[in-house]
C-alpha cells in the first residue's frame, strides 16, 4: 500500500513543480523584498518609539510612586505621633503595614538603631553600618528633610527595595518604609531591548537583532539566540550594515539573509530574513499561471482520491468504526479488516489489546476485593457510554447493587451522580466530600481527565473523618461547660475584628463571687453544676452577634459585636443580668440562692481595637466591680 500510495504522488508532485518551474520564476523577487523593506521600516520604527515612548513613562512612573510612597512614611509619621504607644505592639505595626499597602515599616531612634517595625529580623540593626542606610542618618538632624531612596539592594540581607525615610513629629528619630520595586523593575524590564525585540511577532525565517556599534558584537538575537557573536563570522562591519535602509543580502551560516538595518544611539537596529523565507509565496503566486494544468490535475486527483479510497479509505472507516464501539465500552468487538496486509495486522494488534485491557481489569478488580479494603476504583473513555468500575465502588458510595449497574450503563448520569457528590465537599480537607448525612458516609474522591478519559479512586473515610472531628471538638471546648476554651476565643474575636466594621462592640470578662465558697461546702461535684448553670446562661450569647467562653476555673468571657450602639449592649447586659438573678438555685443543704456574678466590660474603639488589648481593659473593669460590692457589671475607664 505505501509504495503504491508513493508511486501516484511521486508523479503528481513531479508534472506540477516542473511546469511551475518553467514560468515566470523571477517574477516574484521584485515584490518580495519590497515588501520586506516596508515591513522591516515599519517594525524598525515600532521599536524606536517603543523605547523613546517607555523612558518618559519610566519617568513619570518613579516621580508618581515617589511622591505616593513619600506620603504614606508622612502617614506613618503621624500615626506614632498621635498614638506612640503602637510601637509596643508588632501586631499593631504589622496592622498598620497593611493599611498602608506597604512591604516594611522601621522605627529607628536618636542614636540610628532599628528598634521597632514590621519586620522583627532587622531589630538592633546598627544604620551606621551599611552605605544604603547610612544614607538615612542626616534626617536625624535635619528634621524637614527625607529621603526617597533608589531601588537598591538593603544593608541587611542584600533584598532590592525600594526606601522611603523623614523624621519622627513625636520626638528624635526616623520613620521609614519599604516597598518591593515590582512595578519599577518591571517597567526598566518593559524598556529592555531584549523584552521589546522578544514581543515582536515575526514570521517564519524572519530575525531581529541588535549590534554595538563600538564593541562589534551582535547583543541580542532573535529567533536564534547568538550572544556576544563575533561580526567576523556574521559576515560584515557595523560599518557595512549601517544605513541599509534599502536592503542588501549577506552570507551567513551557508544561506543568503536580506538585511534592513537602523542606527540608535550606539546601537544598530537590524531585521533580517533568509531568502528561503523571503521567496516562500513565490510557489503561491506562480500557481496563478498554471490554468492549463487544471484539467490534467482534477483527473490526477480523481484517479489518487479512486486509489486512496480503495485501497485505503474503506478500510480506515471499517477501523474506525470497531474503535468507536471499542472505546464506548463494548470490549467484546472483534475487528476483522483485510484489505491489504498492513490492516490485516493492524486488526491483529488492535484485537490482542482490547484482550489485554479486560485480563488486566479483571486482575486489578480481584486484586482490591482480596485486600479487603474500603476502595472502589472506576474508569471511562471520553466517548465511550459505559463505566468500568470495581465491585466495591457501589458499596463505597452508597449505592444498591441494582442501582449501581444502571450508573454503569449510563455515563452521563455517573457523572452526574459524582457532580452531586463533588458539591458537598468537607471543610478544610482535600478530595474529601459528603455522601450522605444519615447515616453519616463521607468518601475520599480523587479523578484524573485527559484527553483520553477519566480514572478515579473512591476510598470510605468516614471514621477517619469522625474521629479527626471528635479530636478537633475536644481541642477547642471545654469539656465541662461545653463553650469554646480561652484559645478558640481569641481567634474568633481575631477574625470577627479582622473582618472590620464590627459594629458596636465590647469584651466581657466575668467571674463567679464566692466560687470558692460553694466548692468548699458542697464539694467540686456541686461546684462543676454551678459552673455548668452559669454556662447555660451564656452559651446563649452564641451566635451571629456573641462569642461565649470558658476562660479558667470560675472565669468566663463574652464578645458582643454588630449591635447598633453601645446602649443596646448596656441594655443586652442588664437583660443577661436578669435573668441571672431571676433563676434561683435550690443548693445541696436545701437552702436557696442565685448565680452572683461579677462583670467588667470594655469598649472596642481605637484605643482599644484588639482582641488582646479588649481583654486586658476588661480585665481591670472586672477589678473594679470586685471591689464594688461584686455582683454587677462595670464599664472600663481611661
Known sequence: MQKIFIRYMSAVVIVALLAILAMNWGLQEFNARNRMMENSEMKLDQIVQTLENNEVELQNLKDSLSEDYLTRAYAFAYIIEQNPEVLGSQSELERIARLLNVDELHVIDENGILFAGSVPLYFGMDFHDTDQTREFLPILEEPDSYLVQDIRPNGYEQKVFQYIGVARKDQKGIVQVGMAPTRMLEAQKRNQLEYILSRMPLDSGTMLFTVDKDTQKVLIYYNERMDEYDLSEFGATPDALAGLSSGVFMEEGGQRIFYVTREYGNILLGMGKTSKALYKDRNLQLFLTMAFLIFACLIMISVINWLLKIKIVNGIHRITDDLSKITEGRLDTVVNVDNNPEFRLLSQGINKMVQGILNATVRVSQVIDVVDMPIG??????????????????????????????????????????????????????????????????????????????????????????????????????????????????????????????????????????????????????????????????????????????????????????????????????????????????????????????????????????????????????????????????????
Open 377 to 638: 476504583v472506576f474508569e471511562y473513555g471520553k466517548d465511550s457510554r459505559e463505566v468500568m468500575a470495581t465491585d466495591r465502588l457501589r458499596l463505597v458510595l452508597g449505592w444498591t447493587e441494582e442501582e449501581g449497574k444502571k450508573l454503569y450503563q449510563d455515563k452521563e448520569n455517573f457523572e452526574k451522580r459524582l457532580r452531586e457528590i463533588l458539591c458537598r465537599p468537607a471543610a478544610g480537607e482535600k478530595n474529601v466530600y459528603q455522601v450522605s448525612e444519615k447515616p453519616e458516609k463521607w468518601v475520599r474522591l480523587q479523578m484524573n481527565s485527559d484527553e483520553n478519559g477519566t480514572f478515579g479512586i473512591a476510598a470510605d473515610v468516614t471514621k477517619d473523618m469522625q474521629e479527626k472531628w471528635k479530636i478537633q471538638h475536644e481541642r477547642d471546648y471545654d469539656s465541662l461547660t461545653g463553650l469554646c476554651n480561652i484559645d478558640t476565643f481569641k481567634k474568633e474575636v481575631s477574625l470577627v475584628l479582622e473582618q472590620g466594621n464590627p459594629g458596636a462592640a465590647a469584651m466581657v470578662m466575668m467571674d463567679l463571687d464566692n466560687f470558692k465558697g460553694i466548692n468548699d461546702r458542697y464539694g467540686h461535684d456541686w461546684g462543676d453544676e454551678y459552673l455548668r448553670r452559669c454556662a447555660r446562661i451564656l452559651e446563649k450569647s452564641n451566635g451571629e452577634r456573641g462569642i461565649a467562653a470558658r476562660r479558667s476555673g470560675d472565669e468566663f468571657c463574652l464578645f458582643l459585636h454588630h449591635f447598633s450602639s453601645r446602649e443596646e449592649i448596656a441594655n443586652y447586659m442588664e437583660e443577661l443580668y436578669g435573668e441571672i438573678r431571676a433563676g434561683e438555685i435550690t443548693f445541696p443543704d436545701g437552702s436557696t440562692g442565685f448565680l452572683r456574678i461579677s462583670s467588667g466590660l470594655a469598649w472596642y474603639g481605637e484605643s482599644l481595637s484588639s482582641g488582646s488589648m479588649l481583654l486586658r481593659a476588661a480585665d481591670y473593669a472586672l477589678y473594679d466591680a470586685k471591689n464594688n460590692g461584686k455582683g454587677i457589671w462595670k464599664q472600663y475607664s481611661l
